[in-house]
């Protein structure tokens, strides 16, 4: 079975920085390619970021020179770098292959940015 747990969330400061991260377990590792998505209150679940095993990404354009995703595949995590956050940053966080696969949704991590 997949598993995918999800950490480093928090509450930050506008401008402020987190990195958030994932590490999978069970039948995700079949598959090479990991995004972040993400679910503001009252908003639909979007996707954030991705990264393909080769490692080329893309972002949605409003986290786009902010947010950096990377992987470290000998440890099978997946993390999100979020600088310089806005209020509209705050949802609560989500990993998962590209494109999503909905028995693979974890828990996700709380991320608050209010001053």
């Known amino acids: 079975q997949a598993q995918i747990v999800e950490s480093g969330g928090g509450l930050v400061q506008p401008g402020g920085s987190l990195r958030l991260s994932c590490v999978a377990s069970?039948?995700?590792?079949?598959?090479?390619?990991r995004g972040w998505y993400r679910q503001a209150p009252g908003k639909r679940r979007e996707w954030v970021a991705v990264?393909?095993?080769?490692?080329?990404?893309a972002y949605v354009d409003s986290v786009k020179g902010r947010f950096t995703i990377s992987r470290d595949d000998s440890k099978n995590m997946v993390y999100l770098q979020m600088n310089s956050l806005t209020p509209e940053d705050t949802a609560v966080y989500y990993c998962n292959i590209h494109p999503p696969r909905d028995d693979f949704w974890g828990q996700g991590t709380q991320v608050t940015v209010s001053s």
């Open positions: 990264i393909y095993s080769g490692g080329n990404t």
């Open positions: 069970g039948s995700i590792l079949d598959f090479g390619v």
